[in-house]
């Protein structure tokens, strides 16, 4: 199977991400900038993290008008898997892709810890190699991740499953603790701890290895279909 | 010159903590009576000439709906104002 790792301008985790997938999970996987216009012969996209456009204006507010974005949202809409990591997941909900909104930090700081997270759903693309209730350790890295929907959005993610991943001990102000959501078809991922950074045991935590393991069955088991 | 200047401000529902940290820090000042204290942005546009208001005001919506502003989290106004080139 092959990754595509987005590239914007102030993107800083897309070297960890293809490392990750590279040399950990030894897959193929290329590095495409935000100026190309086609995701073809790609099984999966990941968004990486970083500051992409100097965060100016909001976080990943100018990324989803970048070259790259109307094929992103034709790849989401086919179905295929996307992950936006930290501020790719603040570009995955400006672009629209996912719903809701990350704000400051109600710490009033930047966090950058390890963090305690629990498995919300584990019947997901993503968090299959996971079980249900499982609490598993990922860093974060972030200055704007408290999570926000209105009411009726978050009932929406809570019932259709939607919700992924939570923190232990909210670190963000995140509403109903989220750290990690998909779209309504479940396709689209975004999270704000680092997967990608938690992936080898000397790192801190090799929690991470289970979810990109787990898209690699989806995308795997799709392909026998 | 027409210049239209917009304003940007999270909705009311919103916490905005760096507007209450600011305010905190502004307590430890010694100012006391601020109530509420408000952050956004505001942006300036500088238009070309020639422009009706009618197509002024669809500009600056379209403007604001497609980049500026966050309906999430945000809400805006904005004023117009003619100003004389010297």
Known sequence: MKFAVLAFPGSNCEKDSFYALKDVLEEDVALVSYQAESLDGFDAVVVPGGFSYGDYLRSGALARFAPIIPALKAFAAAGKPVLGICNGFQILTEAGLLPGSLQKNTAGKFICRQQKLVVANAQTPFSSRYQAGQVITLPIAHGDGNYYADEQTLQELEENGQIVFTYQDNPNGSLKDIAGITNQAGNVLGMMPHPERGVEEILGSADGIQLFQSLIDHVEVAAHE | ?86
């Not at chain 2, 940290?21 to 006391?32: C, E, V």
């Not at chain 2, 002024?56 to 104002?81: A, G, H, Q, T």
């Open chain 2, 1 to 86: 010159m027409t210049v239209v200047k917009i304003f940007v401000n999270y909705k009311e529902s919103i916490l905005n903590p760096e507007a209450e940290t600011i305010k905190k820090a502004l307590g430890r000042l010694g100012y006391q009576n601020i109530a509420e204290l408000k952050v956004g942005k505001s942006f300036e546009l500088t238009l070309a000439d020639g422009l009706t208001q009618e197509q002024i005001k669809c500009e600056v919506n379209e403007i604001c709906d497609r980049m500026l502003v966050n309906y999430n989290m945000e809400n805006y106004r904005y004023e117009i104002s003619e100003t004389e080139v010297i």
